[in-house]
Antibody, heavy 122, light 112 residues
Framework: EVQLVESGGGLVQPDWSLRLSCTASGFTFGDYDMHWVRQAPGKGLEWVSGVSWNEGNVGYADSVRGRFITYRDNVKNTLYLQMNYLRAQDTAVYYC???????????????WGQGTPVTVSS | QSVLTQPPSVSAAPGQKVTISCSGSSSKIENNNVAWYQHVPGTAPKLLIYDNNKRPSGIPDRFSGSKTGTSATLGITGLQTGDEADYYCGTWDSSLSAGQGVFGGGTKLTVL
């Protein structure tokens, strides 16, 4: 069974940092591109960042570029999101999700974690 | 504001059928496949439909998808109270190096 388990969320003050983790099991983690998607209170889903299976490609939404860093450890089957200079607008539930291999640029998210909440407030 | 437009809410009675629309520009829908996700707040989102009309294993055939031009539609028949959730359409933008998911604003389904 595919499992994605996020952790590391919590309450932080503006401009602080936080690192989220997503531990994968039930599939060959190193074969999949992985992404972060968030949902702010009362809002819809928003793509945050993605990393290719070998970290050769990493992308960020404009709203987080320069502040967030996505990376992965294929030995530990874990995806990370290092969030720096956090803002109130970053308050959201953060979901880890995977993209099936060989989707050839027309992809989708086929498995999701339960999410970890992040609250940025003074 | 989302680049994919969905109605904020739809409702129907148990046993009935409902459709949820998703419209966008030609660069977003016409030239890309559409996926649909079900999300009950507080739980993991679930993939319902991919490649416009394909269902992953385990998704009942009460759920269907279609696409015509710059619009896509999710259909749900035989509505159940357990179908109450938020539904999102999504496409893909491959212009970023690792690709990027693009979502509609979401539609809240109420089963009366």
């Amino acid at each position: 069974e595919v499992q994605l388990v996020e952790s590391g969320g919590g309450l932080v003050q503006p401009d602080w940092s936080l690192r989220l983790s997503c531990t994968a099991s039930g599939f060959t983690f190193g074969d999949y591109d992985m992404h972060w998607v968030r949902q702010a209170p009362g809002k819809g889903l928003e793509w945050v960042s993605g990393v290719s299976w070998n970290e050769g490609n990493v992308g960020y939404a404009d709203s987080v570029r320069g502040r967030f860093i996505t990376y992965r450890d294929n030995v530990k089957n874990t995806l990370y999101l290092q969030m720096n200079y956090l803002r109130a607008q970053d308050t959201a539930v953060y979901y880890c999700t995977r993209v099936p291999p060989y989707c050839h640029g027309d992809c989708y998210f086929d498995s999701w974690g339960q999410g970890t909440p992040v609250t940025v407030s003074s | 504001q989302s680049v994919l437009t969905q109605p904020p809410s739809v409702s129907a009675a148990p046993g009935q059928k409902v459709t949820i629309s998703c419209s966008g520009s030609s660069s977003k829908i016409e030239n890309n496949n559409v996926a649909w996700y079900q999300h009950v707040p507080g739980t993991a989102p679930k993939l319902l439909i991919y490649d416009n009309n394909k269902r992953p294993s385990g998704i009942p055939d009460r759920f269907s998808g279609s696409k015509t031009g710059t619009s896509a539609t999710l259909g749900i028949t035989g509505l159940q109270t357990g179908d109450e959730a938020d539904y999102y359409c999504g496409t893909w933008d491959s212009s970023l190096s690792a690709g990027q998911g693009v979502f509609g604003g979401g539609t809240k389904l109420t089963v009366l």
